[in-house]
């Protein structure tokens, strides 16, 4: 994993660039801090941050290639997980390779298929090549990895981060729509927009190509509806297959590979199977302070971690490691995790995530996760709850009208309700999913608004706080193979004895402890001490004591006091399952440091 930054114009000498662009690759030097490099020309400039994980000593980039006298030079974030395959069917074709790099093969299928080459990729990857006068980037179908651009008076900027492209801008302004984003949305965010005004994101299944100024940015993969014929035995059978391969590609690697493990379905899944590949597997599970002592369980987490932790530990043999966080550790690090995200993200989950990367980093660069599996497999309970699944809007954002009533006079007047309905029906339309059954209907357009949307926030959350510690996080569940698999199974498939992802479980059944098999799907564990809900009131109130706080802007101060006195009361989270009263205090204070820092102008 890397980070990558491009600068480019074809009409201006770019090259007169070099010192502000130097700085801004340092800005991405927590993604890549084994080795830093540049390749400067007159009108594009391409930098990498490396974390070396494959081909450790021949994989440096920027990686250049000539073939038929053009030169191709490539900057590329990720891992190609079927680099060999592709490699050998190269081979034959007459290419000729330097390296045992993935960015080489990667490369070099540009070159010989151009944008057709995404098709054949299984990877996690964002990546730029910059040719003739010409910028080809892409990024990977399920958007594991990020690439931000801004194209401005001539100058394309693509980058791992926002960060470095608002060094290059000089300020970071938030419009209209980037307040709607933040306080409709929040921590979510439409497909390819950011907070940030002329900043974009490319969407996940997105390339963009730049050639004589002109940009174009087009899809090159979307789940397509297929009828499914196969029997709930052979659909099993063939989720385990496709699972399967896609651990077993992601354990490629020249260094250690490590697993989380929380005790949960997916975690253990990764688990049981990378034991199978490899011998003393390092596994990591994340835990709070008193934990076992304010612990109570609620409608979304109904069972702490530790027992099935330990079940999968004493199983499989692994080497295991339980990072336990304090409170005032999570609050701490709410500005950072904030900083490695470039906006107001999934608070003390992030915080709580980057703190965990940190201690996984100390031992390992590479690291497997669990993610994605809900949205594909339909864990959450809006997949199967007709309350959830029947509201014609994003049933992870609920109650949208209370969101309203703390917002001031002049972010009211955004008709912030209305725009949030407007991303949604967007999404709707870009999709085929209608169908002769409801429950089938309903089950393609849940995964489709999940991977838009609500996975996005997670992989954001992922890559960005595993990645400001330098750890590669790879998640297997996000493959586009298993998504066009699972996105056609039929509704009564992913409950099958009215179990929550049932095809998943029964294709493990038997690497499973029976207790694991069974367990009610739990998400990312959250802090229930008091303690905290004190701390983040107590810098909530001291927040408002600065008359420069970006809240007196967006919020009626009056109820965000009154809000503040009375979190604890909320039933009803504001974004998804966690966010809760103390968790949205500290999303708030994230908003608050957010201004403060980033020098946040509004134009309201």
Not at 573 to 582: D, K, R, V
């Amino acid at each position: 994993m890397c980070g990558i930054l491009c600068l480019s114009n074809n009409n201006r000498n770019v090259l007169d660039d070099t010192a502000k662009f130097n700085e801004m690759l340092k800005l991405l030097n927590h993604r890549g801090p084994d080795d830093m490099r540049c390749s400067f020309h007159e009108h594009v400039l391409l930098g990498h941050c490396r974390l070396s994980i494959i081909d450790l000593k021949g994989g440096k980039q920027p990686f250049e290639y000539t073939f038929h006298g053009i030169t191709y030079r490539i900057v590329f974030n990720g891992e190609i997980y079927n680099m060999h395959e592709l490699k050998r069917r190269l081979i034959d074709e007459g290419f000729h390779f330097q390296t045992q790099s993935d960015s080489e093969v990667l490369l070099v299928s540009f070159i010989a298929y151009r944008e057709k080459c995404l098709d054949l990729l299984d990877g996690i990857f964002a990546f730029v090549i910059a040719y003739e006068d010409k910028i080809f980037a892409a990024r990977d179908h399920l958007g594991v990895k990020p690439l931000y651009y801004c194209y401005k008076n001539g100058d394309l900027i693509i980058a791992s981060e926002i960060k470095s492209i608002l060094m290059y801008m000089g300020k970071a302004i938030v419009d209209k729509d980037g307040i709607r984003e933040l306080l409709g949305l929040g921590p979510s965010l439409s497909p390819g927009k950011t907070l940030y005004k002329n900043v974009k994101s490319l969407r996940p299944a997105h390339y963009l190509f730049l050639y004589q100024d002109r940009m174009e940015i087009q899809r090159y993969w979307l789940p397509v509806k297929r009828e499914h014929h196969k029997s709930y035995e052979e659909t099993v059978k063939d989720i385990r297959t496709l699972v399967n391969k896609s651990i077993q590609r992601q354990l490629i690697s020249d260094v250690p590979v490590s697993c989380m493990l929380s005790g949960g379905l997916d975690s253990s899944i990764i688990t049981a199977i990378s034991s199978q590949y490899i011998n003393h597997l390092s596994t990591y599970s994340v835990d709070y302070l008193d934990q076992d002592k304010y612990f109570k369980p609620y409608a979304y987490q109904t069972t702490q971690d530790s027992d099935y932790i330990d079940e999968m530990v004493k199983r499989y043999g692994t080497s295991h490691s339980n990072v336990v966080l304090s409170q005032k550790n999570l609050i701490m690090f709410l500005k950072q995790s904030m900083i490695a995200r470039d906006a107001p993200g999934m608070a003390d989950i992030d915080s709580s995530f980057l703190l965990f990367c940190k201690e996984i980093a100390r031992h390992h660069k590479v690291v497997l996760s669990g993610e994605c599996a809900d949205e594909i497999f339909g864990g959450y309970p809006w997949f199967y709850k007709e309350e959830l699944y029947s509201l014609d809007c994003f049933p992870w954002i609920r109650d949208i009208d209370k969101r309203i009533e703390l917002f001031s006079d002049s972010v009211k007047k955004l008709h912030i309700k209305d725009y949030v309905m407007d991303q949604y029906r967007k999404s709707l339309d870009e999709i085929d999913y209608l169908d002769y059954s409801f429950f089938d209907t309903n089950k393609r357009k849940m995964i489709y608004l999940n991977i838009e949307w609500f996975m996005q926030t997670l992989l954001t959350r992922s890559d960005s706080q595993s990645m400001y510690n330098a750890v590669e996080l790879r998640v297997p569940f996000a493959s586009k193979d298993i998504v066009e698999y699972m996105y056609n199974v039929p509704w009564e498939y992913m409950y099958h004895d009215q179990q929550e992802k049932a095809v998943l479980r029964d294709a493990f059944q038997d690497f499973l402890p029976s207790d694991i098999y069974r367990r009610k799907k739990n998400p990312y564990p959250k802090t229930h001490s008091p303690f905290y809900l004190t701390y983040i009131k107590n810098l909530m109130q001291e927040s408002l004591h600065d008359k420069n706080n970006i809240l007196f802007q967006l919020f009626d101060i009056k109820k965000l006091e009154h809000f503040i006195e009375n979190s604890e009361t909320i039933d009803v989270p504001w974004f998804g399952q966690l966010m809760m009263g103390p968790q949205l205090l500290a999303y708030f204070y994230q908003i608050y440091m957010w201004g403060k820092i980033y020098h946040i102008e509004l134009e309201l």
